[in-house]
């Protein structure tokens, strides 16, 4: 059984913070599908097109048939492990600085053996569960967990450097006025975050969470993500203790092009959801990569709620689909940006949400703040780098990957009306 | 498997193994040149008189044989380049041997190298493979030592192995490695520290582990008729096998490529098993020393250890097994540890071992082993020596 957590004691500040180190990076083009399948919290593996075999590690031919078509599919979990070490020395520095550490053999139920990361509460020679999960590198990796839960399974050091818990963490709720800030605070707390921080702009304008999230004890801070000022004054406050920053910082308006007789809520539209999330990222960021070892508190993740507008233009909503956009394909330079220090960047997309007024006019189905908030927990503690939060967002993700221009097509019809 | 032909009328002469260093500030195209300098001074032989060149290393990049030759004034008409590590001298030899019988080259060197920097150990490690790129360093980064932790584990679980067991077998060696003036090892070693030593990747610790180091292997490969004109001491080659990727679905590995191949290796040989004066198997780790001894037909699946239990593997004992104190108490210098064994089992029946000499030894078996791609050795070779003309 997993030994509980404790919450980590108050950090001497004469010490120096462990400077991040990382596993291996660097993989074969055909081995990038396993991670790819991780960052959504699935275990995937080839198995040929032509007589079935399940090949391990990736390949880019068969090795029963030399068929080239190797299709990647999710795989039963089931596997037995039958042999395991404990490694107590590393020229790796990553594992070095966290040794013993237990690796093991699993035959899988699917097939092929494979090398994984064994749970502590696995024993000898038992039946395991197989996940795939992202490291510090950022890549999938094989676990093995015991066949079932166990008792605080998730504060076993190794799950704890495969997530982004946000148990004993700190987190900053970056807009205190969205919608989804209450429901998202309550999930934090439910989920064991040590303190949850909520930026506050405008403070002299009243709204109806507010006291919500006084009554869960949430810290209120001033900052107003347009004003770069009060973003880096909050960052010299809280920056070194903010373990996962979650942006809900939105700014959300109906109208395309020419629905719009200026530039005027398109420049607010950029404003808030592009150069906001860069305001943040350079306020925040670095001093979050600087802690990103930093223990049981260390910084994990920065998490990005984005609409799923951002992957194919969305009308009515067609200027803010385009702020959408700019913002995914930013974060994706912040995951770049972010990778060296093992710093996670968690883009959760959704649907038209159910307590944003301008949405009102949209038939069903919405997401509510609710579903969001467990998705976004959900995905920190399987240390997830894409959450698709809803039908909507699964829907249009499932398109897309079909086949992007048909879906452009399909978003962009002009109607029979005319 | 029909058998194949013969490999008689071949000579393998002038076996020379250069000191070994734990680090070096020289290259691999430096410990190469000199341990065939040392090959062909034992022959009496001149660069220019060689025609053939073969050569194993894991150090030289960007180098390969090819580039060897411009660098060492070569001007070979047979180049063989054999990137198997541990299985390489088996397999270095089968394709001497037949080149020299077909006419294609008369004089061969044979040279394995490598050298050691203080990181090259660790970069070696990080380019070795892609399946160990992929499917390997990121679980732990332990390297070989985890990987064989992992087979040893396995073996101990499913025969009943012990420590003691493969600590026999390293303590054994290093009493060996004390008559080699060359071993990297110079202290003695009891089987009290064998079992207190520290763990490396369990059930693995520090004695199972063989030291990285700089050093080369060098030994000519011509006619019987060129040898005997020479007047030189040489070897005959009775049989040799090789085989890679074998029981590539066995869940873990257990057992060897020889298990194919061994029924081919000893009728080729004429002789059986326990008809040889030693054993020199490739010891990377004694796990891997007991499967050889198993798959090669000296005991049954799992025996090992029993089989080792009543022996006395030193080189003066009744199973005379890795005489120059293998790579464990040797030193391994890369693709040299691949022809350790072969070149002392050329001193021994030619009578040139020195120190480890094992007192009128005729014939010899020796085996490699090699490449973990993922998570197993690919690579297996064996090859029965015979006395052709002692010194």
Same mark, same amino acid.
């Given at each position: 059984?997993?030994?509980?957590?404790?919450?980590?004691?108050?950090?001497?500040?004469?010490?120096?913070?462990?400077?991040?180190?990382?596993?291996?990076?660097?993989?074969?083009?055909?081995?990038?599908?396993?991670?790819?399948?991780?960052?959504?919290?699935?275990?995937?593996?080839?198995?040929?097109?032509?007589?079935?075999?399940?090949?391990?590690?990736?390949?880019?031919?068969?090795?029963?048939?030399?068929?080239?078509?190797?299709?990647?599919?999710?795989?039963?979990?089931?596997?037995?492990?039958?042999?395991?070490?404990?490694?107590?020395?590393?020229?790796?520095?990553?594992?070095?600085?966290?040794?013993?550490?237990?690796?093991?053999?699993?035959?899988?139920?699917?097939?092929?053996?494979?090398?994984?990361?064994?749970?502590?509460?696995?024993?000898?020679?038992?039946?395991?569960?197989?996940?795939?999960?992202?490291?510090?590198?950022?890549?999938?990796?094989?676990?093995?967990?015991?066949?079932?839960?166990?008792?605080?399974?998730?504060?076993?050091?190794?799950?704890?450097?495969?997530?982004?818990?946000?148990?004993?963490?700190?987190?900053?709720?970056?807009?205190?006025?969205?919608?989804?800030?209450?429901?998202?605070?309550?999930?934090?707390?439910?989920?064991?975050?040590?303190?949850?921080?909520?930026?506050?702009?405008?403070?002299?304008?009243?709204?109806?969470?507010?006291?919500?999230?006084?009554?869960?004890?949430?810290?209120?801070?001033?900052?107003?993500?347009?004003?770069?000022?009060?973003?880096?004054?909050?960052?010299?406050?809280?920056?070194?203790?903010?373990?996962?920053?979650?942006?809900?910082?939105?700014?959300?308006?109906?109208?395309?092009?020419?629905?719009?007789?200026?530039?005027?809520?398109?420049?607010?539209?950029?404003?808030?959801?592009?150069?906001?999330?860069?305001?943040?990222?350079?306020?925040?960021?670095?001093?979050?990569?600087?802690?990103?070892?930093?223990?049981?508190?260390?910084?994990?993740?920065?998490?990005?709620?984005?609409?799923?507008?951002?992957?194919?233009?969305?009308?009515?909503?067609?200027?803010?689909?385009?702020?959408?956009?700019?913002?995914?394909?930013?974060?994706?330079?912040?995951?770049?940006?972010?990778?060296?220090?093992?710093?996670?960047?968690?883009?959760?997309?959704?649907?038209?949400?159910?307590?944003?007024?301008?949405?009102?006019?949209?038939?069903?189905?919405?997401?509510?703040?609710?579903?969001?908030?467990?998705?976004?927990?959900?995905?920190?503690?399987?240390?997830?780098?894409?959450?698709?939060?809803?039908?909507?967002?699964?829907?249009?993700?499932?398109?897309?990957?079909?086949?992007?221009?048909?879906?452009?097509?399909?978003?962009?019809?002009?109607?029979?009306?005319? | 498997?029909?058998?194949?032909?013969?490999?008689?009328?071949?000579?393998?002469?002038?076996?020379?193994?250069?000191?070994?260093?734990?680090?070096?500030?020289?290259?691999?195209?430096?410990?190469?040149?000199?341990?065939?300098?040392? #090959?062909?001074? /034992?022959?009496?032989?001149?660069?220019?008189?060689?025609? %053939?060149?073969?050569? !194993? +290393? $894991?150090? @030289?990049?960007?180098?390969?044989?090819?580039?060897?030759?411009?660098?060492?004034?070569?001007?070979?008409?047979?180049?063989?380049?054999?990137?198997?590590?541990?299985?390489?001298?088996?397999?270095?030899?089968?394709?001497?041997?037949?080149?020299?019988?077909?006419?294609?080259?008369?004089?061969?060197?044979?040279?394995?190298?490598?050298?050691?920097?203080?990181?090259?150990?660790?970069?070696?490690?990080?380019?070795? #493979?892609?399946? /160990?790129?992929?499917?390997?360093?990121?679980?732990?980064? %332990?390297?070989?030592? !985890? +990987? $064989?932790? @992992?087979?040893?584990?396995?073996?101990?679980?499913?025969?009943?192995?012990?420590?003691?067991?493969?600590?026999?077998?390293?303590?054994?060696?290093?009493?060996?490695?004390?008559?080699?003036?060359?071993?990297?090892?110079?202290?003695?070693?009891?089987?009290?520290?064998?079992?207190?030593?520290?763990?490396?990747?369990?059930?693995?610790?520090?004695?199972?582990?063989?030291?990285?180091?700089?050093?080369?292997?060098?030994?000519?490969?011509?006619?019987?008729?060129?040898?005997?004109?020479?007047?030189?001491?040489?070897?005959?080659?009775?049989?040799?096998?090789?085989?890679?990727?074998?029981?590539?679905?066995?869940?873990?590995?257990?057992?060897?490529?020889?298990?194919?191949?061994?029924?081919?290796?000893?009728?080729?040989?004429?002789?059986?098993?326990?008809?040889?004066?030693?054993?020199?198997?490739?010891?990377?780790?004694?796990?891997?020393?007991?499967?050889?001894?198993?798959?090669?037909?000296?005991?049954?699946?799992?025996?090992?250890?029993?089989?080792?239990?009543?022996?006395?593997?030193?080189?003066?004992?009744?199973?005379?097994?890795?005489?120059?104190?293998?790579?464990?108490?040797?030193?391994?210098?890369?693709?040299?540890?691949?022809?350790?064994?072969?070149?002392?089992?050329?001193?021994?029946?030619?009578?040139?071992?020195?120190?480890?000499?094992?007192?009128?030894?005729?014939?010899?078996?020796?085996?490699?082993?090699?490449?973990?791609?993922?998570?197993?050795?690919?690579?297996?070779?064996?090859?029965?020596?015979?006395?052709?003309?002692?010194?």
């Amino acid at each position: 059984m997993t030994h509980p957590l404790s919450p980590p004691p108050k950090k001497d500040p004469q010490k120096r913070s462990v400077s991040p180190t990382r596993p291996p990076e660097v993989r074969s083009r055909a081995a990038l599908h396993l991670s790819a399948a991780a960052a959504e919290g699935r275990f995937a593996l080839q198995r040929c097109a032509d007589c079935g075999k399940v090949q391990y590690p990736p390949r880019d031919a068969c090795s029963a048939c030399l068929s080239t078509d190797l299709p990647w599919q999710d795989m039963a979990p089931g596997g037995t492990l039958i042999a395991e070490t404990t490694v107590r020395t590393s020229p790796r520095l990553y594992f070095r600085e966290r040794m013993p550490w237990r690796a093991g053999t699993v035959q899988l139920d699917a097939g092929p053996t494979v090398l994984a990361h064994i749970h502590g509460d696995v024993a000898r020679h038992a039946r395991v569960r197989v996940t795939a999960r992202l490291d510090q590198a950022g890549q999938g990796v094989l676990v093995a967990l015991p066949e079932t839960d166990t008792p605080n399974m998730e504060d076993d050091p190794l799950m704890r450097a495969l997530s982004a818990d946000p148990k004993h963490r700190r987190v900053l709720i970056t807009d205190a006025r969205s919608a989804q800030a209450p429901a998202l605070a309550r999930a934090l707390q439910k989920a064991g975050a040590a303190i949850i921080f909520a930026g506050e702009p405008e403070s002299w304008r009243p709204y109806p969470q507010r006291a919500e999230l006084e009554a869960l004890g949430v810290q209120i801070l001033p900052m107003d993500v347009t004003d770069t000022a009060s973003v880096q004054k909050l960052a010299g406050e809280i920056g070194g203790k903010t373990d996962i920053l979650i942006n809900t910082a939105r700014f959300l308006r109906p109208g395309g092009v020419l629905d719009r007789g200026d530039t005027g809520f398109a420049r607010d539209e950029l404003e808030v959801n592009y150069l906001g999330l860069m305001r943040l990222a350079q306020a925040f960021g670095p001093a979050m990569c600087a802690r990103a070892s930093d223990g049981v508190n260390a910084a994990a993740a920065w998490v990005n709620l984005l609409s799923v507008g951002a992957l194919s233009n969305a009308r009515p909503f067609g200027a803010y689909s385009a702020s959408q956009a700019g913002a995914y394909s930013l974060s994706q330079s912040l995951r770049a940006e972010f990778r060296p220090s093992g710093l996670r960047v968690m883009n959760v997309f959704f649907g038209p949400t159910e307590e944003d007024d301008w949405y009102q006019p949209l038939p069903p189905p919405r997401v509510t703040a609710a579903a969001l908030a467990r998705s976004v927990v959900d995905g920190l503690q399987r240390g997830l780098e894409d959450v698709w939060c809803g039908d909507i967002a699964q829907d249009l993700r499932d398109r897309f990957r079909r086949d992007p221009k048909v879906l452009e097509r399909e978003m962009t019809l002009g109607g029979e009306g005319a | 498997m029909a058998r194949p032909a013969s490999y008689e009328g071949v000579a393998l002469v002038a076996p020379f193994s250069t000191p070994y260093q734990r680090y070096s500030i020289d290259t691999a195209h430096h410990w190469i040149a000199t341990a065939l300098r040392g #090959s062909l001074r /034992a022959a009496g032989l001149k660069p220019g008189d060689l025609d %053939g060149f073969q050569v !194993a +290393s $894991f150090t @030289l990049f960007p180098d390969t044989a090819v580039g060897l030759t411009q660098h060492l004034g070569l001007c070979p008409r047979w180049l063989d380049h054999i990137p198997m590590g541990g299985a390489s001298a088996g397999v270095a030899l089968r394709r001497a041997a037949r080149a020299v019988q077909a006419g294609d080259a008369e004089i061969i060197a044979c040279v394995a190298g490598d050298t050691n920097h203080i990181d090259s150990f660790r970069q070696l490690l990080s380019s070795f #493979s892609r399946f /160990a790129m992929d499917a390997s360093y990121p679980y732990g980064y %332990g390297g070989p030592n !985890a +990987s $064989f932790a @992992l087979l040893t584990d396995r073996y101990m679980t499913d025969y009943g192995a012990t420590r003691e067991d493969f600590g026999r077998l390293c303590v054994a060696q290093r009493a060996n490695a004390l008559k080699n003036p060359n071993a990297v090892m110079k202290k003695p070693l009891t089987m009290e520290q064998y079992l207190d030593a520290r763990p490396i990747a369990d059930p693995i610790a520090l004695f199972d582990c063989v030291m990285p180091c700089a050093g080369a292997e060098a030994f000519l490969v011509m006619s019987e008729d060129r040898a005997r004109a020479l007047n030189l001491p040489y070897a005959r080659l009775a049989a040799a096998i090789e085989r890679h990727n074998a029981h590539a679905d066995d869940p873990i590995q257990l057992r060897g490529g020889w298990t194919m191949d061994v029924d081919v290796l000893w009728d080729q040989a004429g002789m059986a098993p326990q008809e040889m004066d030693l054993v020199q198997t490739y010891d990377d780790y004694p796990v891997i020393s007991m499967m050889q001894i198993e798959d090669l037909g000296f005991c049954a699946k799992g025996e090992a250890p029993a089989f080792l239990r009543d022996k006395d593997l030193t080189v003066s004992g009744d199973f005379p097994h890795n005489t120059s104190g293998g790579q464990l108490s040797g030193g391994q210098a890369g693709a040299a540890g691949g022809f350790i064994g072969m070149v002392e089992a050329i001193r021994q029946v030619t009578g040139q071992a020195g120190g480890t000499q094992v007192p009128g030894a005729e014939h010899a078996l020796v085996s490699g082993f090699g490449m973990i791609n993922f998570d197993r050795g690919l690579c297996s070779s064996a090859a029965v020596l015979t006395t052709g003309a002692r010194a």
